[in-house]
């Protein structure tokens, strides 16, 4: 299916910093807890990730990383996810995440 360029505008990836991580044993399945800081107009938004196969949460904190802040909030077992982190999904579900190759500031948009 292809979209239009307006529609794809829509979608808000912005470049956050991530500056809590913790484990979530609340999840289905093996996930962490972080809470992500995208910059002065957006601010710190919590969500959850399935990456504990591929980092541990020192490999994770102050890590820059992509995600979509413009869906609707999401509740996950016990917290609402106000962000979706984004990355590749290789074998078995190990999850690479996205992000820069060089440190930028906090909330910029990708597109």
């Known amino acids: 299916m292809k979209i239009s360029w307006k529609d794809f505008e829509k979608v808000e990836m912005r470049i956050g910093t991530i500056v809590e991580v913790s484990d979530f044993p609340e999840a289905r399945n093996p996930a962490y807890k972080m809470r992500i800081d995208f910059g002065t107009k957006i601010g710190f938004r919590k969500t959850s990730a ?27 077992a016990n917290i609402m996810s106000e962000c979706l982190v984004l990355g590749v999904v290789g074998e078995a579900n190990d999850i690479v995440l996205l992000n820069t190759d060089a440190k ?8």
């Open 50 to 76: 399935q990456i504990t196969k591929r980092y541990s949460k020192e490999d994770l904190l102050n890590k820059q990383i992509v995600a979509v802040v413009n869906f609707p909030k999401k509740q996950i």
């Open 104 to 111: 930028v500031e906090n909330g910029l948009r990708v597109g």
